[in-house]
């Protein structure tokens, strides 16, 4: 989990529970040193457990709910199915920090495979409404990418969303390393015909860290077939 941000960072925390009667419930808090609650979320994923597992919960930290300088300590209490609850546990601290460090980034700067960081269909990055367009970029995220990315078409300041059909790195990936991206997507019916339009890719890290709008390439929208 990132152990520093400003208020609004999503912070993924991992902790574990046990018991001898089954656990059904969990609370996970994150509190001040003069013990103020900035946030408490119930756990909705905890199933049955009774031997150790692995908990992974997302909180995101109130937007102006602390101070700079802040640290907040995080705290998880669990319940089992008698309704016994076990006491509030300390599973880490959390710093209310200016900025947020280790944005994921989209590198368009071929590392060590050559593959262009250009939407195409071809080698010239156009294609007919309809058809199917891929587009290879690469991605670094230091905490592990999460989905898939999110592409647009951009011209003259008008943005037109575009629906990955599929991708070629799905779910989370290992954190520090960078990674060939290749997703696909059909040109949608609100483009222009003749337009050139930039192409721009956005990925999300674990804890849904947003990288910047990149541009990643240009599509070139051809005539509709004439045979």
Do not use: C, H
Not at 120 to 148: E, K, L, P, Y
């Amino acid at each position: 989990m990132p152990a520093a941000g400003p208020t609004s960072t999503t912070v993924g925390v991992r902790y574990a529970l046990s018991d001898d009667v089954l656990v059904n419930a969990a609370v996970l808090r994150f509190i001040k040193s003069d013990g103020t609650v900035v946030v408490e979320q119930n756990n909705s994923t905890v199933g049955n457990v009774r031997t150790s597992a692995l908990q992974i919960q997302k909180v995101v930290i109130p937007p102006g709910s602390a101070n700079i300088g802040d640290v907040l300590t995080i705290q998880v209490r669990a319940t089992d199915a008698t309704g016994k609850s076990s006491p509030w546990t300390s599973v880490g601290t959390f710093t209310i920090a200016a900025d947020i460090p280790d944005y994921p980034t989209i590198d368009l700067i071929n590392v060590t495979t050559p593959i262009s960081p250009v939407a195409t269909s071809g080698s010239g990055g156009q294609g007919r409404v309809g058809s199917t367009i891929t587009t290879n970029f690469v991605t670094f995220a230091s905490r592990g990418s999460d989905g898939i990315p999110t592409l647009k078409l951009v011209i003259a300041g008008i943005e037109i969303p575009l629906t990955v059909t599929s991708n070629g790195v799905i779910g989370y990936q290992v954190g520090g390393t960078r990674t060939i991206r290749s997703a696909n997507f059909a040109i949608p019916q609100s483009v222009v015909v003749g337009t050139t339009y930039s192409v721009k890719a956005q990925i999300t890290d674990y804890y849904d860290y947003k990288s910047v709008w990149t541009d990643i390439g240009t599509l070139t929208v051809l005539p509709p077939y004439t045979p």
